[in-house]
């Protein structure tokens, strides 16, 4: 697991910063987490491992406090010289400056800039690539009449419980039917999945359309799947990860 720390001295700043990370990790499937949410830099460096660790930091630049984001980077690459450093300002003339400091930021955000939730994402893949890390695959077992069956959930796309006591999984490679409950099934699954409809459960990473009306989902491969009304806004949300196009 790959350890973030956040320091922003902006409450507002600092809870926009945290959610759009959490959201991604959630929707991405990054073996990630966020271990610590500052609001000054000597409450993040008390926050950090005795035992020096590769990990992820987000800091604003101009902190008001003795120690700025660039001294704070300085002290966080002696502890972690491997460190994934981001820097996030509201003024873009600072990044020759973190440069000249020469504490080898991974990027910087412009925190008004249009695309910065998007960008955020990226840094996320960017740090992934790098660190070489594959989220876990979880396997589900399944009791076929001729077989156990061993399924990379990567591999599903949808679950739906079409009849009492039975369920229908649908992969990417086939569909197969065994005895079960959709609950108990959702029980042994990760978060990446969402129950859509009281007699489905989809994947969110093989979205490719959600419709109003009829409220449905649209996965990969064109199979279509039921949605509740009720929990469309909801899954409008999970799946907004930056600005559309219109």
């Not at 899954?235 to 559309?244: A, F, H, N, R, Y």
């Amino acid at each position: 697991m790959i350890p973030i720390y956040l320091c922003e001295d902006d409450e507002s700043q600092l809870s926009l910063l945290a959610s759009l990370i959490e959201k991604y990790i959630f929707i991405q499937g990054y073996d990630m987490e966020i271990v610590c949410k500052a609001s000054s830099p000597h409450g993040l460096l008390s926050s950090l491992a005795p035992k020096a660790e590769t990990a992820v930091y987000f800091l604003d630049i101009q902190l008001h406090s003795d120690i700025d984001g660039i001294e704070l980077a300085s002290m966080i690459r002696q502890n972690d010289p491997r460190a994934f450093i981001i820097f996030t300002t509201t003024h873009s003339e600072m990044a020759m400056t973190t440069f000249r400091y020469q504490v080898e930021p991974l990027d910087f955000l412009i925190k008004d800039d249009p695309q910065y939730a998007v960008q955020i994402l990226h840094c996320l893949k960017n740090v992934v690539e790098k660190s070489c890390v594959p989220a876990p695959d979880i396997r589900l077992h399944l009791h076929l009449p001729d077989q156990d069956l061993f399924l990379p959930v990567s591999e599903i796309l949808c679950i739906q419980s079409l009849a009492a006591h039975r369920i229908t999984i649908h992969t990417i490679n086939g569909v197969y039917q065994c005895s079960g409950a959709l609950n108990e099934t959702m029980s042994r699954l990760d978060d990446r999945f969402f129950l859509c409809h009281k007699s489905a459960l989809v994947n969110l990473r093989h979205i490719r359309a959600i419709f109003r009306r009829p409220c449905r989902i649209e996965l990969d491969g064109g199979l279509v799947c039921p949605c509740a009304q009720r929990r469309f806004k909801q899954l409008q949300e999970l799946m907004d990860i930056g600005p559309s196009l219109h």
